[in-house]
């Protein structure tokens, strides 16, 4: 392939990748369409790719929870992560692990009340 051509497409693919990070953060956890990975940078500036598991409300506050695609240390393959929807004023939403136990577990447990519910166990 021929440099211009090249060039061409790493600049639309850099476009493409602005255009979704512009993109509202919960708008995406709510698309129900929405099947590509979450990506999320760590303090240390590394992307880390998860699986969208689900979004639930409790206490107020919107929760998701995503399974790591990437290995992250401490955690297993069959883990997933509570993670709340951090909207402070005037800044763009960012999402937050939720590091009270206490709660993971409640959203957990929320989780699977939604999943008996629409399954037609409760």
């Known amino acids: ?9 790493e600049e639309v693919s850099k476009k ?5 990070q512009k993109q509202d953060l919960v708008d995406v956890l709510l698309d129900e369409d929405n099947k590509e990975p979450i990506v999320l940078v760590d303090g240390n500036g590394r ?33 997933a992560i509570v993670f709340f929807v951090d909207e402070q004023k005037g800044q763009e939403p960012v999402l937050m692990v939720e590091t009270d136990e206490k709660v993971a577990i409640e959203v957990f447990e929320e989780y699977y009340n939604l999943l008996d519910e629409a399954e037609g166990k409760k």
């Open 16 to 20: 493409v990748e602005e255009e979704v």
């Open 1 to 9: 392939m021929d440099k211009k051509k090249v060039q061409k497409i």
């Open 47 to 79: 992307k880390l790719s998860f699986e969208q598991i689900a979004v639930i409300p409790y206490n107020d506050k919107l929760y998701c929870v995503l399974k790591p695609i990437d290995e992250i240390e401490n955690v297993q393959d069959d883990e």
